[in-house]
T-cell receptor
């Protein structure tokens, strides 16, 4: 069965520190996609990134970077030089199936608190 | 651009009352979803729709019904509200195509007393 685990319930860092949010997934499919979403205190969910199972290249977008490792079934998210505005709940999600599964499986989220 | 709009944003109900949550999207998306978010449990799928006139059950469908009479609207109904349905409800939509990202509404905070 597919599953997404975000073992870190809450992380607190001081501004300008780097922080990594972990995401471990389980799937029997060879074709799948992984996503990260951000939920700031205002409540909406904001799409950050999508990665497919055939592309293991790491991705960097400004202060954000993602490390996808199929060998460990992980898709970790690193924020460099964190800022107070990064404070949010971050969700990792999995979508699997060659035909395009209609459903995501979400992790339980990691609450990141960045202290000034 | 409105994107995905949920109505209402907040609501308090008494046990046994009924209500309908409305989700409207203006992106011509085929797929629409209703989730509930509870502390420590992430987002759980209630029902979803792969096109106008179709609906399907998700992970936690009991106590809810849905309808997709128009492509742009996806309604979530609670026929007889229970305190266990106190939650934040999110609607999402996405276009066709493999594994496209879902676009979320701002959520509806529902309290059942």
């Amino acid at each position: 069965a597919q599953k997404v685990t975000q073992a870190q319930t809450e992380i607190s860092v001081v501004e300008k520190e780097d922080v990594t949010l972990d995401c471990v997934y389980e799937t029997r499919d060879t074709t799948y996609y992984l996503f990260w979403y951000k939920q700031p205190p205002s409540g909406e969910l904001v799409f950050l990134i999508r990665r497919n199972s055939f592309d293991e290249q790491n991705e960097i977008s400004g202060r954000y970077s993602w490390n996808f490792q199929k060998s460990t079934s992980s898709f970790n998210f690193t924020i460099t030089a964190s800022q107070v505005v990064d404070s949010a709940v971050y969700f990792c999600a999995l979508s699997e199936g060659i035909s395009g599964t209609y459903k995501y499986i979400f992790g339980t989220g990691t609450r990141l608190k960045v202290l000034a | 651009n409105a994107g995905v709009t949920q109505t209402p944003k907040f609501r308090v109900l008494k046990t046994g009352q009924s209500m309908t949550l409305l989700c409207a999207q203006d992106m011509n998306h085929e797929y629409m979803y209703w989730y509930r978010q509870d502390p420590g449990m992430g987002l759980r799928l209630i029902h979803y729709s792969v096109g106008e006139g179709t609906t399907a059950k998700g992970e936690v469908p009991d106590g809810y019904n849905v309808s997709r009479l128009k492509k742009q609207n996806f309604l979530l109904g609670l026929e007889s509200a229970a305190p266990s349905q106190t939650s934040v409800y999110f609607c999402a939509s996405r276009p066709t195509g493999r594994h496209q990202p879902q676009h979320f509404g701002d959520g509806t905070r529902l309290s059942i007393l």
